[in-house]
């Protein structure tokens, strides 16, 4: 059986860029420092955990050529993070906007989605489409 997510890996088209970014908008809520495990190509890959013990990690690793990141091409849509409570979205949204992220959605109810779905999305540097939720069940 299944239990959740382990990990998603991003590249990055810069990877400094990158981390700090995730710890300036994420790391205030939790996002752990990064834990470096060796890659197939010999590059180091950035682990950042998720702060409870079995919920995953974001790992991202440096680009080995300049590829434009498309939203509807084949590939990534967005990376859906679920946070415990609707200051947490707001609080990732103004550090979001501190670190200079274009917000494609400031935080606001998503009924569609569930009754008390409640998120913000914005863009990281690469241009990948990040959420975060809260909601009872922010599983969809």
């Known amino acids: 059986m299944l239990v959740g997510l382990g990990h998603v890996d991003l590249v990055c088209g810069d990877l400094e860029r990158s ?11 939790g996002l752990q420092p990064p834990y470096l495990v060796p890659g197939e190509r010999g590059e180091s890959i950035h682990y950042l955990r998720f702060p409870r013990p ?4 974001l790992g991202l690793r440096q680009a080995v050529e300049e590829q434009v990141f ?27 906007v501190a670190a200079g992220a274009d917000v494609l959605h400031p935080p606001r109810p998503w009924p569609q989605y569930h009754a008390d779905y409640y998120a913000t999305f914005f863009l990281d540097p690469d241009g990948f489409r990040i959420e975060v939720a809260a909601s009872r069940d922010a599983r969809l």
């Open 70 to 96: 498309a939203l509807y091409a084949p590939g990534l849509h967005h990376l859906g993070l679920a946070a415990e409570a609707r200051e947490d979205v707001d609080a990732a949204h103004a550090a979001a």
């Open 54 to 57: 079995g919920s995953g990690s």
């Open 19 to 29: 981390l700090a970014f995730y710890a300036a908008v994420l790391g205030p809520l």
